[in-house]
């Protein structure tokens, strides 16, 4: 059975101090990994989308990187605004269809 | 309107009503998705409809009914639901493909679902 852990559950940081979300995953046939983020009342929003082991993301403060097991969400010099819940999703190839598994989140608060 | 639109925005019903929840796009997409989300689990798939036609149903009780008459709205029909049925319901939306590719979603804001 596919499974996406999503760690540490919650995360507190000061404003402009660095810090990496987890995501490890267990699937077969990993077709993508993505990333969104979440505000309290909203539906979540895509960041990124990774593809292969060794591939990198960027934009803005937020840098995605995966490896054969897990993705880091690299969040430099952070900002209050950045204050949201961060959820992974894989893709996976399961019994010749395309299936989606999320992961439960990381709510992040970045204080001032 | 832009993006991914759902309503109502909240329900409240009892367990013996019938309503609908009604998503649409404006991107030009192809594949439909009904989520929920509860408090402290992940995001549970529901259905996809992929070029109007539903390619998934991941053991969604009965009582949750999708229609999809074109590419653009997605209706989720609810009848006789359950007070452990209350969540946020999520509407998405992604280019889908022949294969059923998810690739990346673009979600509406989500209906919050209280049954009482």
């Known amino acids: 059975e596919d499974q996406v852990t999503q760690s540490p559950e919650a995360l507190r940081l000061q404003e402009g101090e660095s810090s990496s979300l987890n995501c490890s995953y267990t699937?077969?046939?990993?077709?993508?990994l993505f990333w969104y983020r979440q505000d309290p009342g909203k539906g979540p929003e895509f960041l990124f989308t990774l593809y292969s082991a060794g591939e990198e993301k960027e934009k803005e403060r937020l840098k995605a990187t995966l490896t054969k097991k897990e993705s880091f969400l690299h969040i430099t010099a952070p900002k209050p605004e950045d204050s949201a819940t961060y959820l992974c999703a894989v893709q996976a190839n399961s019994g010749g269809y395309q299936k989606v598994t999320f992961g439960t989140g990381t709510k992040l608060q970045v204080i001032p | 309107e832009t993006g991914v639109t759902q309503t109502p925005r909240h329900l409240v019903m009892g367990m013996t009503n019938k309503k609908s929840l009604k998503c649409e796009q404006h991107?030009?997409?192809?594949?439909m998705y009904w989520y929920k989300q509860s408090a402290k689990k992940p995001l549970e798939l529901m259905f996809v409809y992929n070029f109007k036609e539903q390619t998934e149903n991941n053991s969604v009780p009965s009582r949750f009914s999708p229609e999809c008459p074109n590419s653009s709205h997605l209706f989720l029909h609810l009848h006789t639901l359950q007070p452990e049925d209350s969540a946020l319901y999520l509407c998405a939306s992604s280019q889908g493909l022949a294969g059923a590719y998810y690739n990346e979603q673009f979600f509406g804001p989500g209906t919050r679902l209280t049954v009482l």
């Open positions: 699937v077969s046939g990993l077709r993508g």
């Open positions: 991107l030009g997409h192809n594949a």
